[in-house]
């Protein structure tokens, strides 16, 4: 069990079938994050990604916060997406484990470590 979160944000977002205002929820635990796209109008809640910044959390995707690029690159492969902003590199990856409906996993690198881990869902 988790707790309370540390932080909550929201944003409002148009919803593009139905014209409502749905929300963007932030829900921010130490080590983890959770974005939620709430739809409107009946308040039904979608996961849309978890960020994974603790290295003492296993992921089960075979690598941790810490691990180093280069075994990112030996389970997962050539990414088909790379970007680089400040000196901090994403490397994104096509991830459906059998667990999941994460679409994509990323991994973003700082100094040649993960420093944090985000899966991505396809909310529609």
């Known amino acids: 069990h988790l707790g309370s979160p540390l932080q909550v944000t929201q944003h409002d977002t148009a919803n593009a079938y139905t014209g409502l205002r749905d929300h963007v929820i ?9 974005v939620l796209y709430r739809v409107a109008p009946d308040d039904r809640d ?3 990604a978890v960020t994974l910044s603790d290295s003492t959390r ?5 690598i941790r916060v810490g691990t180093l690029v280069e075994e ?4 997962f492969g050539q990414p ?3 970007a680089t902003v400040q000196g901090q590199t994403t490397l994104q990856y096509e991830y459906e484990p059998d667990f999941s409906a994460a679409e994509d996993i990323a991994f973003e690198i700082e100094g ?7 899966w991505l869902l396809y909310v529609d």
């Open 26 to 34: 932030r829900l921010a635990y130490p080590g983890i994050t959770f």
């Open 46 to 48: 979608l996961l849309m």
């Open 58 to 62: 296993d992921p089960g995707a075979g």
């Open 72 to 75: 990112v690159e030996r389970r």
């Open 80 to 82: 088909y997406r790379v």
């Open 112 to 118: 040649g470590v993960v420093r944090r881990i985000i």
